[in-house]
């Protein structure tokens, strides 16, 4: 059903794609009829052709047997950092944080590395954990499950790439409710046609030309791409 659904808002999206560049078209020209007539099946094809692929889903896991809507509060943990750019896994917390807030899916809090409290736990973020760790998770950090994970890569140039290993934990049993292994490349096609749809849908900014935009793009602007991404596979 999620994959489904994924499929579904990027058809939605195409759509809404094509029918905004027709109506933008009529609506700066003296000739709407005329351009009506001449270019309105020219754009139909067009969209029929120009499909953009939803994201795979084998890249995600959702564990079927859990209702996260159940989950009270999750703790997002600041992300360990593999990549050569320090900053990069703060910008990436706090923009998921952020994401992860506009789905509502459960209540939030952040945890920094530096903090006392999960410094106290001296945790593996990429070990299992016994049931009195899961205890001492809960009782130190006051919430229901953790969000732990791992910036595996980052690369601005010669082209944006983000690479990300996630999981959320279920802190009354240990039990994995989701988790997340992929990583984003801005040269790829598949991924350029996901930002044009974001920029669409998201940030609103009009129909420029893909390359321009994949050019003037920023990296918080990617890492909101990204972490938009993440937030919606849940």
Request: glycine content about 4%; charged content about 20%.
């Amino acid at each position: 059903m999620n994959s489904l659904r994924t499929a579904l808002s990027y058809f939605v999206l195409r759509i809404s794609y094509c029918v905004s560049h027709i109506m933008y078209l009529l609506r700066n020209t003296h000739h709407a009829s005329r351009i009506t007539t001449l270019l309105l099946p020219i754009f139909l094809s067009g969209c029929q052709f120009y499909r953009v692929a939803a994201p795979a889903t084998d890249y995600y896991y959702l564990n079927p047997d859990k209702d996260l809507s159940s989950i009270g509060r999750v703790a997002v943990v600041e992300l360990d950092n593999d990549s050569g750019y320090p900053q990069i896994s703060a910008d990436v917390t706090e923009s998921l944080f952020q994401a992860l807030q506009k789905r509502q899916v459960f209540g939030l809090s952040t945890v920094r590395q530096s903090d006392p409290s999960w410094r106290s736990l001296q945790l593996d973020i990429d070990s299992t954990y016994s049931l009195e760790q899961l205890s001492a998770i809960r009782k130190t950090l006051k919430c229901d499950a953790v969000l732990i994970g791992t910036v595996t890569e980052f690369k601005p140039y010669p082209h944006m790439a983000i690479g990300l290993r996630l999981r959320l934990v279920d802190l009354k049993d240990g039990q994995l409710l989701w988790a997340l292994e992929q990583i984003w490349d801005s040269a790829d096609k598949t991924t350029e046609y996901r930002i044009k749809n974001y920029f669409q849908s998201q940030m609103r900014s009009g129909f420029a030309p893909l390359r321009e935009r994949l050019v003037a793009i920023s990296s918080l602007k990617f890492v909101k791409f990204v972490t938009y991404e993440v937030a919606e596979t849940l």
